[in-house]
T-cell receptor, first 111, second 111 residues
Framework: RKEVEQDPGPFNVPEGATVAFNCTYSNSASQSFFWYRQDCRKEPKLLMSVYSSGNEDGRFTAQLNRASQYISLLIRDSKLSDSATYLCVVNRGNYGQNFVFGPGTRLSVLP | DAMVIQNPRYQVTQFGKPVTLSCSQTLNHNVMYWYQQKSSQAPKLLFHYYDKDFNNEADTPDNFQSRRPNTSFCFLDIRSPGLGDAAMYLC??????????FGAGTRLSVL
């Protein structure tokens, strides 16, 4: 079993749809959590950090459930420009060096 | 302005011919990472430096080496590239447990 797992995808949704991505992690000592997006043939870019209380940034909402070791990302009113691969990233280290990437979920928003 | 700079963006080498990829940062972060990313896969951590301390992942082949002569620069040396080493190589930096900042990557082709 991989340490960080995500919905296999791909997700193909129409513009304006709401889409949710799920991520689970196996290491209960994991300390910080992130969602990155990666466009085709580009580097990953931080979308948002994920906090226990949940956090929102415009159309994006992230949730963390430490008890269930589960992270989610909700995208509302999806845009064509949201098409990308979404990577769940978990930091399991005490000193900040142990970032583990999930396999990613590809999203295509269709006109 | 780019804060993590990778050179070159594209590198073509011959089978078995040593190659060096370069990464520099203006963030003064103490941690620098090298990842390998193959098509449709998540970035895979090869190694990282915490200041001058080198940390190799257990499954990183001996063919891959790294140098960090100072805080700003880090190099990835591939001693004898094979066809299977063709990939995108991503450099990232972080300050402790905080988010990672990625360079644009170097796409390596092996002929």
């Amino acid at each position: 079993r991989k340490e960080v797992e995500q919905d296999p995808g791909p997700f193909n949704v129409p513009e304006g749809a709401t889409v949710a991505f799920n991520c689970t992690y196996s290491n209960s000592a994991s300390q910080s959590f992130f969602w990155y997006r990666q466009d085709c043939r580009k580097e990953p870019k931080l979308l948002m950090s994920v906090y226990s209380s949940g956090n929102e940034d415009g159309r994006f909402t992230a949730q963390l459930n430490r008890a269930s070791q589960y992270i989610s990302l909700l995208i509302r009113d999806s845009k064509l420009s949201d098409s990308a691969t979404y990577l769940c990233v978990v930091n399991r280290g005490n000193y900040g060096q142990n970032f583990v990437f999930g396999p990613g979920t590809r999203l295509s928003v269709l006109p | 302005d780019a804060m993590v700079i990778q050179n070159p963006r594209y590198q073509v080498t011959q089978f078995g011919k040593p190659v060096t990829l370069s990464c520099s940062q203006t963030l003064n972060h103490n941690v620098m990472y090298w990842y390998q990313q193959k098509s449709s896969q998540a970035p895979k951590l090869l190694f990282h430096y915490y200041d001058k301390d080198f940390n190799n992942e257990a499954d990183t082949p001996d063919n891959f080496q790294s140098r960090r002569p100072n805080t700003s620069f880090c190099f990835l040396d591939i001693r004898s590239p094979g066809l299977g080493d063709a990939a995108m190589y991503l450099c990232a930096t972080s300050s402790g447990k905080n988010i990672q900042y990625f360079g644009a990557g170097t796409r390596l082709s092996v002929l």
